[in-house]
């Protein structure tokens, strides 16, 4: 996301946001893809603001890995010295690659920072395609580990497909990371600030968005059920659904930034970061936890 977006987690706005019912908003299309999930909180830690405001990921190579975040105090400095300012929500493969996002304030490229299962770091960068954005806030790779989404800041119809930088073979890192193909979406999204594959062809995704006009709610959970896998070769599109309004507490009222989310296979618990307004991003902005159900 854009600098000033970051910024807004820091102001102190006026009047209180409204608590929405969790109820789900569908869209219906003629042969739309499985009935939407039902999420129900379950519970929260609390999210650092310095190196867990951004975004999460569970590891499952080695067997044991703790929680991986990602936050301001998370970027190396011999990566923030060559402009990469920013870090998104990271994902996992099934393998052990672990891939961060980041972006810069200016120029025409993004970079994907990964971590090899032996521990060794690479970086790959993309040049624009004509017309995407710069921002770099996520990216979620498919469960066969070979493509990676990723998506852009605002309002959008589509998500980026990517070759997985370091699994799939037809990536190096002195090569630029192309774009393979796109999932066109049936419905507009806003401001998504991370996606995790809870299937072959679903996505579950959480939005930033403040307003709620494409909805209904504001900083809704989304799921989207793709036509196909992805897999480089054609697009595929996907069937946006909001499936409830995510937790917004705080001692301090004010502008709520919803960040990253992630879902764990292992366990079926999701967890999305909520930082909180003002002065309470320093003491209860939290990761919430929900199960399926």
């Known amino acids: 996301m854009p600098a000033s977006a970051r910024q807004r987690c820091h102001a102190v706005l006026a009047g209180l946001v409204t608590l929405a019912t969790a109820a789900v908003v569908s869209l219906s299309v003629p042969g739309s893809a499985a009935a939407a999930d039902t999420w129900t909180e379950t519970g929260s830690d609390r999210a650092r603001p310095l ?31 060559r402009g990469w300012n920013h870090v998104g929500d990271p994902d996992a493969s099934y ?4 891939i961060e996002p980041y972006q ?6 993004k970079m994907y920072r990964v971590q090899a299962p032996d521990g060794t770091w690479s970086e790959y960068v993309h040049t624009l395609s004509p017309g995407e954005a710069l921002n770099n806030s996520w990216d979620a790779i498919s469960p066969d580990g070979q493509w990676m989404l990723s998506g852009e800041w605002g309002t959008m119809n ?7 930088p370091g699994v799939n073979p037809s990536t190096s890192p002195a090569a630029n990371l192309p774009q393979a193909s796109t999932v066109n979406l049936d419905h507009p999204v806003r401001d998504v600030q991370g996606c995790d594959f809870s299937g072959p062809t679903t996505l579950l995704c959480s939005s930033d968005d403040p307003d709620g006009s494409l909805f209904g ?16 070769s054609a697009d595929v599109t996907g069937h946006v659904t909001a499936l409830r309004q995510l937790p917004l507490r705080s001692s301090c009222s004010g502008t709520f930034e919803v960040e990253g989310i992630d879902y764990d296979r292992r366990t079926g618990v999701l967890r999305v970061i909520v930082m909180s307004p003002g002065f309470c991003i320093l003491t209860d902005s939290k990761t919430y936890k929900f199960s399926r159900g």
Not at 95 to 98: D, F, L
Not at 217 to 232: C, E, H, V, W
């Open 158 to 164: 589509r998500l980026l497909v990517f070759p997985t």
């Open 95 to 98: 393998n052990g690659y672990y």
């Open 51 to 81: 190196d867990e405001s951004q975004g999460l990921t569970s590891v499952e190579v080695p067997a044991n890995s703790p929680n991986r975040y990602t936050g301001v105090g998370t970027i190396p400095i011999g990566v923030s010295s």
């Open 217 to 232: 709610i504001t900083k809704p959970l989304l799921q989207i059920d793709l036509s196909a896998p992805p897999n480089g």
């Open 104 to 109: 810069r304030d200016s120029g025409d490229t």
